[in-house]
């Protein structure tokens, strides 16, 4: 996937997990971008634990696995912050 790709799929991830999680007020574009690219990651990454496909392309499994980790890193993100 080129740097536009996940730009594009970490936008939109990031932004459907902070309308998940209900930080949409809170985050800007670019924190969506940077927390989808992230969750892309760490979402492939768990995926990858349990014997799944992570980031396979621009496609739906890919947007999903991606929201997926998102809303992981919004919950660590904000245990973190409550301490």
Do not use: R
Not at 2 to 29: F, N
Not at 53 to 64: D, E, H
Request: proline share 0%; glycine share 20%; hydrophobic share 60%.
């Amino acid at each position: 996937m080129g740097i536009l790709a996940w730009i594009i799929l970490g936008a939109l991830s990031g932004w459907i997990a902070s309308m998940i999680t209900g930080k949409d007020s809170e985050m800007g574009a670019m924190a969506n971008i940077i927390v989808g690219i992230i969750g892309a990651f760490l979402g492939g990454f768990l995926f990858g634990l349990i014997g799944g496909k992570g980031i396979t392309g621009f496609n739906i499994w890919s947007l999903l696995v991606s929201v997926i980790g998102s809303v992981v890193l919004l919950g660590i993100i904000n245990a973190i912050k409550k301490k």
